[in-house]
T-cell receptor
């Protein structure tokens, strides 16, 4: 049981490039979340999903897109990368009945230059 | 605006002492409360959950909840240098797709 996995671990993008951050969980969780965390700052919710085919915006969705075609996968797409998107990105999931406990992946450290 | 507030620290305690971390929240409808530990450069790790008023103990960790005062705390007994990390308080956003409201975290340094 690997839990929540994320790839890549690190990435450097040039301004204007695009990329997809991958997130997979093997716990059969319905709820999945994408956060970003800037240095010394708290977790900001980007997008979340309550099940396959259902996604919704969080606090800071601009510049990002998501899809959820399966229960396991919740990729985050960055279009036209900007320096403001330099951050650490965490994927999390929860799904036990009635539970709010979120379990996090190891994160992707993204630098846009 | 629903909020969770924590002292940013750093909180510095000697090895073997009790570390006390505090958190207040604004949403009276919140029912679930969590403490996460985050080491530098790592992801948040769930260490305690608490759902009802009172104390909950797990090893060296005790979570305390007072819903009337909208206050959650985490006590770490016999603090070790390996406890040095940022501790995040998270509170359920009542009825809202299981989202959590996050505090900014308290940095704890345990000095040998």
């Amino acid at each position: 049981n690997a839990g929540v996995t994320q790839t890549p671990k690190f990435r450097i993008l040039k301004i204007g490039q695009s990329m997809t951050l991958q997130c997979t969980q093997d716990m059969n969780h319905n709820y999945m979340y994408w956060y970003r965390q800037d240095p010394g700052m708290g977790l900001k919710l980007i997008y979340y999903s309550v099940g396959a085919g259902i996604t919704d915006k969080g606090e800071v969705p601009n510049g990002y897109n998501v899809s959820r075609s399966t229960t396991e996968d919740f990729p985050l797409r960055l279009e036209l990368a900007a320096p403001s998107q330099t951050s650490v990105y965490f994927c999390a999931s929860t799904g036990a009945a009635g539970s709010y406990e979120q379990y996090f992946g190891p994160g992707t450290r993204l630098t846009v230059t | 605006q629903k909020e969770v507030e924590q002292n940013s620290g750093p909180l510095s305690v000697p090895e073997g002492a009790i570390a006390s971390l505090n958190c207040t929240y604004s949403d009276r409808g919140s029912q679930s409360f969590f403490w996460y530990r985050q080491y530098s450069g790592k992801s948040p790790e769930l260490i305690m959950s608490i759902y009802s008023n009172g104390d909950k103990e797990d090893g060296r960790f005790t979570a305390q909840l007072n819903k009337a005062s909208q206050y959650v705390s985490l006590l770490i007994r016999d603090s070790q240098p390996s406890d040095s990390a940022t501790y995040l308080c998270a509170v359920s956003n009542a009825g809202n797709n299981r989202k959590l409201i996050w505090g900014l975290g308290t940095s704890l340094a345990v000095n040998p």
